[in-house]
């Protein structure tokens, strides 16, 4: 079966869900980004009830495409994407609640000609008060991902998590293990080939899942730090304490689910019972 060619052409897709205005900042700041012109935007709204995806989809170069519920981050992507045609090789998948630097995608797409195996580039991104998020890890392991989940939040600065994060030293272009979901840039021919994200995750590690898939495939997930994007922090993760909950539900179950699909089998039982255990307990913890 010959595989589809993709074009050289550029499209962007950011899933809303009661982003507000930091859409409008993410649209307002994307000309900067990339020197080629009418870059087409497709945002797909997760039924949003705020108007902002209805009051941007008037601008040019913008479709909107509704789900009428809320499907999840990956799914919704998985959509975005899958109504470009063909000649779109180049495919941004970004949060809304990005705020773009000069030249942030072309300086991405140029690490792809450094980069033939490149599926997946990610930019540095920073929080807004100008610290770097550190967006480029390493893939969860048992004894680094115990060690992360345990001591965390009490022990910042422990092995575990310094290693997992990769938050060290300068960065620098290389390969990671999987780069932050917010904002990467996709080959596409890469995307296809392991389908997207799977939409199994609501929210939450579908990046993880979806790098380690990928090198699975022969692609490479790529850092490009020389890349720059500012996470100005939408509220719709964060509007309620009792949302904020349930998406830490969401976090433990995501983690789960990475961890069992990966450790299936009779002999791997126990490992996958004493993790839904720990992680039953930690997220009763965190929303005490």
């Known amino acids: 079966m010959?595989?589809?060619?993709?074009?050289?052409?550029?499209?962007?897709?950011?899933?809303?869900?009661?982003?507000?205005?930091?859409?409008?900042?993410?649209?307002?700041?994307?000309?900067?980004?990339?020197?080629?012109?009418?870059?087409?935007?497709?945002?797909?709204?997760?039924?949003?009830?705020?108007?902002?995806?209805?009051?941007?989809?008037?601008?040019?170069?913008?479709?909107?495409?509704?789900?009428?519920?809320?499907?999840?981050?990956?799914?919704?992507?998985?959509?975005?994407?899958?109504?470009?045609?063909?000649?779109?090789?180049?495919?941004?998948?970004?949060?809304?609640?990005?705020?773009?630097?000069?030249?942030?995608?072309?300086?991405?797409?140029?690490?792809?000609?450094?980069?033939?195996?490149?599926?997946?580039?990610?930019?540095?991104?920073?929080?807004?008060?100008?610290?770097?998020?550190?967006?480029?890890?390493?893939?969860?392991?048992?004894?680094?991902?115990?060690?992360?989940?345990?001591?965390?939040?009490?022990?910042?600065?422990?092995?575990?998590?310094?290693?997992?994060?990769?938050?060290?030293g300068e960065p620098v272009e290389r390969v990671s293990g999987w780069l932050s979901g917010s904002c990467q840039l996709f080959r596409r021919a890469a995307w296809e080939s392991v389908n997207g994200f799977d939409p199994r995750y609501f929210m939450y590690f579908e990046d993880v899942d979806l790098g380690d898939r990928l090198a699975k495939a022969g692609w490479q997930c790529v850092y490009v730090p020389s890349a720059e994007v500012m996470h100005i922090q939408g509220h719709s993760s964060s509007s309620s304490s009792g949302h904020s909950a349930r998406m830490l539900r969401e976090h433990h179950d995501s983690a789960y689910r990475y961890i069992a699909d990966r450790h299936q089998g009779w002999r791997w039982a126990p490992l996958r019972a004493a993790i839904r255990a720990g992680l039953a307990i930690r997220a009763r913890i965190a929303t005490r």
């Open 2 to 168: 010959t595989e589809p060619q993709y074009g050289d052409e550029l499209a962007v897709v950011t899933v809303t869900y009661a982003s507000g205005r930091t859409v409008d900042r993410f649209l307002d700041t994307l000309p900067s980004a990339t020197k080629r012109p009418d870059v087409p935007v497709v945002v797909v709204d997760n039924g949003s009830t705020d108007g902002a995806p209805e009051r941007v989809a008037t601008r040019d170069n913008v479709t909107l495409i509704s789900t009428g519920e809320n499907l999840g981050y990956g799914a919704a992507a998985n959509r975005g994407v899958a109504s470009l045609g063909p000649e779109y090789g180049w495919v941004v998948v970004a949060n809304p609640d990005m705020e773009w630097q000069d030249g942030t995608i072309d300086t991405m797409i140029d690490a792809a000609d450094r980069w033939p195996r490149g599926g997946e580039f990610g930019p540095l991104i920073r929080e807004p008060g100008g610290k770097v998020y550190p967006s480029a890890r390493q893939l969860p392991a048992i004894g680094r991902g115990i060690g992360h989940a345990v001591f965390s939040r009490i022990w910042p600065g422990n092995p575990w998590t310094a290693a997992y994060k990769q938050s060290t």
